[in-house]
T-cell receptor, first 113, second 113 residues
C-alpha cells in the first residue's frame, strides 16, 4: 500500500509557464515533506522542503504548498525553464527520524522550449 | 573533493553470484542509506545506518546485507544475486537532524543475467 502517491507519471509544460507537480500522502503523522529532482544518470538532489507547521515555503522560482487536511503536497515552478526538465520525487518523513523517509514514484517533467 | 561516491557505476553479474556495491562519503554524516530505483516504484529503502556499527532494515531488505565498520563507508552486498535485483542502486547520507536532506551518490546500475 503506497503511502505516497504521485499520480501523474509525466507532465509537459511550455517554457515560461507554471509547472505544478502534485503528491498525495496517506498518513497524517508525516512531519516533513521534501521534493527531490533527478536528472538522468545522476542521483536525486534536494530541492525544497516544508514542515507540517507551515503551509507554504518559497525558494526562488520554487514554491511548495502543503494542504494537511487534504493530505496533499504540490510543487510550483514559475517560470519554467528548459533546465527544469527532470524527474521530480516527493518524499515524506515521519516524526520518528530520518530513516523513515518515503518517496513517491516520481513525475517526469518536460519543459517545451 | 567532498561528496558521496559510489562504485562501480555499472555492473553486470550472473544469477547466484555475490556482488558488493561500494559507497563512500566525506562529510562524516551520521546517517547512510541504500535505495533502489525501479520503474513504477520510485525509490525504496533497502537498509540504513544511523552510525558506525548500527544498521537496520528498510522496506525491501531481503537478499541484501550491509555493514558499517567506518562512518564513511557503507557497502551493500547481494549474497546471491537474482534477476529481480536488477535495478539502479543509490547510496545517500544525511546529518542526524530530523528533516536534514539526503545527499545522493550518482548510482550503480546493476544488471543480473
Amino acid at each position: 500500500d503506497q503511502q505516497v502517491k504521485q499520480n501523474s507519471p509525466s507532465l509537459s509544460v511550455q517554457e515560461g509557464r507554471i509547472s505544478i507537480l502534485n503528491c498525495d500522502y496517506t498518513n497524517s503523522m508525516f512531519d516533513y515533506f521534501l521534493w527531490y529532482k533527478k536528472y538522468p544518470a545522476e542521483g536525486p538532489t534536494f530541492l525544497i522542503s516544508i514542515s507540517s507547521i507551515k503551509d507554504k515555503n518559497e525558494d526562488g522560482r520554487f514554491t511548495v504548498f502543503l494542504n494537511k487536511s487534504a493530505k496533499h503536497l504540490s510543487l510550483h515552478i514559475v517560470p519554467s525553464q528548459p533546465g527544469d526538465s527532470a524527474v521530480y520525487f516527493c518524499a515524506v518523513l515521519s516524526n520518528f527520524g530520518n530513516e523513515k523517509l518515503t518517496f513517491g514514484t516520481g513525475t517526469r517533467l518536460t519543459i517545451i522550449p | 573533493d567532498a561528496g558521496i561516491t559510489q562504485s562501480p557505476r555499472y555492473k553486470i553479474t550472473e544469477t547466484g553470484r555475490q556482488v558488493t556495491l561500494m559507497c563512500h562519503q566525506t562529510w562524516s554524516h551520521s546517517y547512510m542509506f541504500w535505495y533502489r530505483q525501479d520503474l513504477g516504484h520510485g525509490l525504496r529503502l533497502i537498509y540504513y545506518s544511523a552510525a558506525a556499527d548500527i544498521t537496520d532494515k528498510g522496506e525491501v531488505p531481503d537478499g541484501y546485507v550491509v555493514s558499517r565498520s567506518k562512518t564513511e563507508n557503507f557497502p551493500l552486498t547481494l549474497e546471491s544475486a537474482t534477476r529481480s535485483q536488477t535495478s539502479v542502486y543509490f547510496c545517500a547520507s544525511s546529518e542526524s537532524e530530523q528533516g536534514s536532506p539526503l545527499h545522493f551518490g550518482n548510482g550503480t546500475r546493476l544488471t543480473v543475467t
